[in-house]
């Protein structure tokens, strides 16, 4: 029961981290875009920095290599995420010209 209880809180702190983050980075940019776009973004960065940590520990590198592949995963997963998503609506707009090219690429 006590794991369950420090289980919760530790993912009570992490939202609440998130949240921060998502206002903080919400207040600096002058609010472009909606404060969920900035809470998903904060998530998905810890989201990929907790991804290439087990890839590092899998792999046995050194902290010094460890630190600077989970910054990167960090940074670039939420700009992975919304270049993904325009890919996307670009398909979705023409999905015919998107399945040509792919088809003349392949002959």
Wanted: with cysteine; net charge positive.
């Amino acid at each position: 029961m006590e794991e369950l209880i420090v289980f919760i809180r530790q993912w009570g702190q992490l939202c609440l981290l998130s949240l921060l983050a998502a206002a903080t980075q919400m207040y600096m940019s002058g609010t472009r875009i909606t404060f969920f776009h900035y809470f998903m973004s904060v998530l998905m960065a810890i989201l990929s920095a907790y991804i290439a940590e087990s890839f590092c520990i899998w792999l046995g590198l050194n902290d010094g290599l460890k630190t600077g592949i989970i910054g990167i995963a960090a940074y670039v997963a939420p700009h992975f995420l919304t270049g993904l998503n325009a890919l996307a609506k670009a398909v979705s707009k023409d999905p015919r010209h998107f399945l040509d090219i792919i088809m003349r690429n392949k002959s």
